[in-house]
């Protein structure tokens, strides 16, 4: 998979070749052996070597001399997965000694994307359907019939229903499963639940495997794939409703001491489900302590909620619902009435900053953001994250972190690297933080649409300018490049801003217009600890997986990857049904 079948042909007579390959992603990377040609043993009978090359972006072949490491020929190609290729390395026909390198087609490349293709169109029909029958649902004439057909009560659940989404909330003993219930009411967004539930289901389906298309795992090292942008998505929306939800219960009345102890309780439970029960080295056994990683994902959730509700909880004040000395507040109010949270954050910022660029890092150059490996030519082998590595290897141990990272592939990297480490999660709080000004516009500017829309636009820009200057508009040359492993403050800027115009949209076709009921991803977005936890702990069993005929074909991976993604959908869907949430 993501290669293709070369066949080099040399008919020199007089030097072996050492052909070289480099990827194009791979920054300021060392020339990697591919393979070695003898010389040609007559004329007219080249020396053939068969080997398989990278699909998945161009790549420079470089053909010297085995024994005077002279460069011969050099070549920049885009090679097609599954093709068959020749690479013709002779004497040019009409210039003596001039040797003519020449790559042909043996036979073309199948097409990759035509099964993503495939899946969109079944999805849009899917999607179509369903809108279609919604409609006629509808309908007066149909509406009638089925109440002739059906069961009275089960027909008026149905003609009520937006797509599975009830439309009043029934009373229960508990203040906070009333306030969960209450999804369709002006008092809950929709479009929050919406966006959870969106990054929820790409995250899934990136960690099923997306596929086995490149863009849709995690970049190598600096840039962003569709894999790279969900999880801070996750982090903005938790401090969202963290802003939400603590202003709704110091408005019933709760106590901060009893609102501090949930907080203790749920990033305490957040930590150990991530540590115990979706642990990547869980599965050698209940007693491999000595490999168990210690940072993930819910970890670092968990300690991200901690801090952010924590800080949030100190200086929270129940913002009225209707909240008028607040709609006539100066453009930065959201801002100004917490400025104590934003000197904390600023602080921690400074200090993520310090740390990263002036940390001695021993055998590494300080302030080193690279990945080692091969790349930076190679300078840097074991320096792999620079400060944000070290401090991980120096307090967790090499053991207990994670041991595949993403620039393994690519730039060969030795050492084991956590994407998930101690030094990110201060910028994966700042992301947080950012995500709480979202909550803080919402309820500032509370059913004042247009001015919700405009502060979250020029958020969006703010956010945007910052990461243009931290990376000079560039991939690599940057002051900060975009780097998901080291979660780079330019990381988290990018990212917001993209994730304040993804709620912009939402928001508007959500829950102002009412276009859109947010199906199908309102329904994991309201029950996404239990669909993280699902996706992670039933991942290799049947019906989310299965053996596949030809595991070499992007078509059933991909298959597999939406039929289980699919799958937690719909069950998620029937949980919201039957009003069964996991709330920790």
Request: one cysteine or more; glycine letters at 6%.
């Amino acid at each position: 998979m993501d290669q293709a079948l070369l066949l080099i042909h040399s008919e020199l007579r007089h030097k072996n070749l050492t052909v070289y390959w480099l990827s194009d992603h791979c920054y300021q990377c060392l020339y990697q052996v591919l393979i070695t040609l003898p010389k040609s043993p007559k004329p007219g009978k080249p020396s053939t070597e068969a080997v398989a090359v990278n699909t998945q972006h161009p790549v420079i072949l470089q053909l010297n001399d085995t024994v005077e490491e002279r460069e011969i020929c050099r070549l920049h190609y885009s090679f097609g997965e599954f093709g068959n290729y020749s690479l013709w390395v002779k004497y040019h026909p009409d210039v003596a000694d001039e040797i003519a390198c020449n790559i042909v087609i043996n036979k073309d490349p199948i097409s990759t994307f035509f099964p993503i293709l495939v899946a969109f169109l079944i999805y849009m029909a899917i999607l179509i359907c369903m809108t279609l029958g919604h409609f006629f649902v509808k309908l007066d004439p149909v509406r009638n019939w089925l109440y002739k057909k059906m069961n009275p009560r089960e027909t008026d659940r149905l003609i009520n229903s937006e797509l599975g989404s009830p439309t009043r909330a029934d009373s229960y003993n508990s203040d906070l499963q009333a306030e969960v219930w209450r999804s369709s009411s002006p008092q809950r967004l929709r479009s929050l639940d919406t966006f959870r539930g969106f990054s929820l289901i790409i995250m899934v389906f990136v960690n099923y495997g997306g596929g086995k298309y490149w863009f849709f795992k995690h970049e190598g090292w600096n840039g962003l794939t569709v894999a790279d942008l969900v999880f801070p998505w996750f982090v903005f929306i938790m401090g969202s409703s963290i802003s939400l939800s603590l202003s709704s219960m110091l408005r019933r009345g709760y106590s901060k001491w009893r609102l501090l102890w949930k907080i203790l309780w749920r990033s305490f439970l957040l930590f150990l489900i991530g540590v115990l029960i979706v642990n990547p080295n869980y599965c050698l056994g209940p007693l491999s302590w000595d490999k168990l990683r210690i940072p993930g994902v819910l970890q670092r959730l968990g300690f991200t909620y901690l801090v952010v509700a924590t800080l949030e909880l100190l200086f929270a004040k129940a913002v009225p619902e209707s909240n008028s000395l607040e709609r006539t507040c100066s453009f930065l109010q959201e801002i100004i009435s917490y400025w104590p949270q934003w000197i904390f954050i600023l602080m921690l910022e400074t200090a993520w900053l310090c740390l990263t660029f002036l940390l001695p890092v021993p055998g590494c150059p300080t302030g080193y953001l690279g990945p080692g490996g091969i790349g930076d030519f190679g300078k840097y082998p074991n320096c792999t994250g620079g400060a944000a590595g070290y401090i991980d290897h120096l307090l967790l141990g090499e053991n207990h972190i994670y041991q595949h990272p993403s620039p393994n592939v690519l730039y060969h990297t030795k050492v084991a690297y956590d994407p998930e480490g101690i030094l990110g999660t201060i910028n994966s709080i700042v992301m947080a933080f950012l995500g709480v000004q979202a909550g803080k516009i919402l309820l500032f500017y509370k059913e004042q649409h247009r001015q919700i829309m405009l502060r979250f636009l020029t958020w969006s820009v703010v956010m945007g300018l910052i990461s243009g200057v931290l990376t000079k508009f560039s991939q690599n040359e940057g002051f900060v490049p975009i780097n998901k492993n080291l979660w780079s403050i330019s990381y988290v800027t990018t990212l917001s801003c993209f994730a304040f115009v993804a709620l912009l949209l939402i928001y508007y076709f959500v829950d102002v217009k009412r276009l859109w009921s947010g199906a199908p991803f309102f329904y994991p977005g309201m029950n996404s600890i239990l669909v993280y936890v699902g996706h992670e702990v039933f991942e290799n069993y049947f019906p989310f997986q299965w053996k596949m005929q030809d595991n070499q074909s992007h078509a059933e991976h991909l298959t597999q990857n939406l039929v289980a993604t699919s799958i937690w959908v719909i069950i998620s869907y029937i949980l919201y049904r039957k009003r069964i949430f996991w709330k920790i």
